[in-house]
C-alpha cells in the first residue's frame, strides 16, 4: 500500500523525469554546439591570420624585388643580403600589419619550410646574421610569387598548428 506522502514523492519524481532527460538533452547539446563553435571560430582566426602573413610575406618579396632585375634596390648585388626589414622583424613587423608573436610564427613557418627544401629551391636563407635572397634561383619577381603561392604558402592548419606549439610565439609559451 502507498502512502500519501510516498504517492506524492513518486508523482513529483516522474513529473521531473521529462524535465531532467531533456536538460540532460540540452546540457550534451549546448556542449557540442559549444565545441563546434569554439572549432570553427579557432578555424576562421587561422585563416585570417594566415592570409595576414601570406601577404606580408608577398609585401616583403615585393620590396626583395623592387626594381629588379635592371636595379637592386632592397637586396646587396654581390651577396643578396636583403637590406629591409622581414616581416618576423620584432620592431617592423606592423608594418607588414603582423603583430610581434604573428611574426615569429611566420618566421618558425618559414624556417620550416626552407629547411625542407634543397638550397637552389629556397627563395630566401639565413646565415646566422642577415637574410639573403637566391636572385640565382628567382630571378624575377613572378617566380618569386609562383614560390609563396606553392611552397612558402602559410595553411590556416598550418597556422593554427604553429599557434599551439608556439604560444606566444616560443617553444613552450
Not at 557540442?32 to 601570406?54: I, P, Y
Not at 626583395?64 to 643578396?80: E, K, L, T
Not at 629556397?122 to 618569386?144: I, V
Request: with cysteine; net charge positive.
Amino acid at each position: 500500500m502507498i502512502t500519501g506522502k510516498l504517492h506524492d514523492d513518486l508523482r513529483d519524481v516522474a513529473g521531473r523525469l521529462p524535465v531532467a532527460a531533456t536538460a540532460a538533452v540540452r546540457g550534451w547539446a549546448k556542449e557540442e554546439l559549444r565545441k563546434a563553435a569554439e572549432v570553427n571560430s579557432r578555424r576562421v582566426v587561422a585563416e585570417a591570420k594566415a592570409e595576414l602573413a601570406n601577404r606580408a610575406l608577398w609585401r616583403f618579396t615585393e620590396l626583395c624585388y623592387d626594381g629588379a632585375p635592371a636595379v637592386w634596390y632592397n637586396v646587396n648585388r654581390r651577396s643578396g643580403r636583403i637590406d629591409v626589414p622581414t616581416p618576423w622583424s620584432r620592431t617592423r613587423c606592423y608594418d607588414y600589419g603582423l603583430t610581434d608573436v604573428a611574426g615569429r610564427l611566420l618566421r618558425v613557418h618559414l624556417v620550416g619550410v626552407l629547411e625542407r627544401l634543397p638550397e637552389r629551391r629556397r627563395l630566401f636563407w639565413y646565415d646566422g646574421q642577415y637574410w639573403h635572397l637566391n636572385r640565382g634561383g628567382f630571378e624575377t619577381l613572378p617566380a618569386a610569387q609562383e614560390w609563396l603561392t606553392t611552397v612558402g604558402i602559410v595553411t590556416a592548419a598550418r597556422w593554427d598548428a604553429l599557434s599551439q606549439a608556439y604560444p606566444n610565439g616560443r617553444k613552450g609559451g
